[in-house]
């Protein structure tokens, strides 16, 4: 029996204290801080507890502050990241969602019911687009996609409409929307005016000051900025936070705090980030828009941009980190470029610190209808580049060599 009590088991009781397993769940209580840690603590936990039912109840009902549980009832890792979109967005408030789409799908369903009708612009990522043309309709919801650069066919389509939906640089077009303009159009029609804000960031752009009255962001890109995390958020007033609140405590999808911990600590170096992915976009977008192989680029910063002039009124700072440009050639002439690349990775996603290329036509847009893709400006040879953090010097010779070495 060793050192072991007579009479003991390993597991078992001994007088005057709790058994093995009662010990290892209830544990020591952490000792107190006294002090402020620089950086915010993870409160990894999925609930929370009470000294008595009355507080339970309270709480659970909101009539005062405090957590309950995980899912969308708060957290405070989550609520400082909350606390800081809305800051950052000039938002009253702010929800974050365990992805993007989650925080997309969220702003839908609590905009719209059945019978409803949501506006929304043709050119958004192609996860959204999806959404909108497929799942939406399945429950109900109809959606019209609208130009939005077709003020006046907005402004018809807007009567008795439960929502307008736009990005603010639109993934993978680059196209600029005009906020400006459509967020007077829905303050006057009274519908409630959503951005994806996610391409531009709210160091570019604040929608917000637009009037737009639901500003989204899929947090995997330049938020969290280090393609280590999902996550999404909504900034708006407190009501209507509160509304998405009550739909997503019954639907699910809300952040996490490991993720809001990461988002925290990307937003810190995020207007050094984006500063450095919108000078190194600039640069390619120069290099590309001179080249025989490019038939056309895509980039707000452009001066012959179709976006250029909306982006100089829309945009402070830069005109945002995505490149986009078609090859002669069609597809063969994406493969061998994209293939050619030594610095730059073929994957998914954006925002993060290396850089990625992809060809949306054959992976994040295959959704869309051929025709009506190349109709939208996305040729076979359409390629998407998402400028990283490597040195732009580097980047700008590896992607000269690759257009040379696609004939
Ligand atoms: N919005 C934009 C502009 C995106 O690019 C994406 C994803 O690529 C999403 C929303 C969806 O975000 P998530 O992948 O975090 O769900």
Redesign the pocket.
Known sequence: MGEQEAGATAHGHRAGRPGFATRAVHGAAAPPVGQRPASTPIYQTSTWRFDTLQDFAEVIAQERDGFVYGRGYGNPTVAAFEATMASLEGTGAAMAFD??????HTVATTLARSGDRIVASPQ?????YSLLATVLPRYGIAVDFVDPTDLSAVETALEGAAALYV?TI??PLLTVADLAALGALCARTGVPAVV?N??ATPYLCTPAAFGFTHV??????YIGGHSDL???AVCASADAVAALGATARETGGAMQPLEAWLCLRGLATLALRVERHCATAQAIAELLAGHRRVTATRYPGLPGDPSHGTGQRILCGGSGGLVAFDLEGGLEAATAFCEALTIPWIG???GGPHTLVAHPAST?HRQIDPEVRRRQGMGDGFIRLSTGLEDPADLLADIEAALAACG
């Open positions: 992805s993007g789409m989650a925080a997309v958004v990522y192609g996860g959204t990005e639109a993934n994806d996610t391409v989204l962001h899929s947090a995997s890109k999902i996550g999404g998914a996603s954006l994040t």
